[in-house]
T-cell receptor
């Protein structure tokens, strides 16, 4: 069975600080990897995705993530956060074959202070 | 930009009542999903639907739940006899393709179901 772990439940940063949110997954086969963001009162929106190719993927709003296969990790990064990045961030995976449904991590609440 | 729409945004129901949550997926998408998020917990998969039948379901999706695509555009989740523990945010999602070729799911804004 797939599982996703997000190590940080609540992160508080000041504006312009750098961000790294950890995500590790457990699955024996090939996976697709995603980061979704949920702004207060809004729906889940895709930040970025990894299917194959360059393990460093760039998403919207200056976010990027690096897939490290040997560590089963897909950490999210942003060099300089803004107050508008305050949101909940979810890492998710699905299997490339077989089970298509997403398995989500428990989420990380990011609070950026002005 | 095409989007997944869900109605209602908030539904309050009495325990034991039936509820139907409605979703209009993105028009050219072929895979449809329901997920739920109990307050303070992670987003959990309920069911996926493809080619007019359930393709996957989780252990949460028991006989109290059913899904239907009644008219080619709507995708509904029915909870037959609601329990207090069904209170959650229910998200509908759709994707163009399944996991083999890799495509992301687009989520609706959710329906907050409160069972009293």
């Amino acid at each position: 069975a797939q599982s996703v772990s997000q190590h940080n439940h609540h992160v508080i940063l000041s504006e312009a600080a750098s961000l790294e949110l950890g995500c590790n997954y457990s699955y024996g086969g090939t996976v697709n990897l995603f980061w979704y963001v949920q702004y207060p009162g809004q729906h889940l929106q895709l930040l970025l995705k990894y299917f194959s190719g360059d393990p460093l993927v760039k998403g919207i709003k200056g976010f990027e993530a690096e897939f490290i296969k040997s560590k089963f990790s897909f950490n999210l990064r942003k060099p300089s956060v803004q107050w508008s990045d305050t949101a909940e961030y979810f890492c998710a995976v699905n299997a490339r074959t077989g089970r298509r449904a997403l398995t989500f991590g428990s989420g990380t609440r990011l609070q950026v202070q002005p | 930009e095409p989007e997944v729409t869900q109605t209602p945004s908030h539904q309050v129901t009495q325990m034991g009542q039936e509820v139907i949550l409605r979703c209009v997926p993105i028009s050219n998408h072929l895979y449809f999903y329901w997920y739920r998020q109990i307050l303070g917990q992670k987003v959990e998969f309920l069911v996926s639907f493809y080619n007019n039948e359930i393709s996957e379901k989780s252990e949460i999706f028991d006989d109290q739940f059913s899904v239907e695509r009644p008219d080619g555009s709507n995708f509904t989740l029915k909870i037959r006899s609601t329990k207090l523990e069904d209170s959650a945010m229910y998200f509908c999602a759709s994707s163009e393709r399944g996991g083999e070729t890799g495509t992301e799911a687009f989520f609706g804004q959710g329906t907050r179901l409160t069972v009293v």
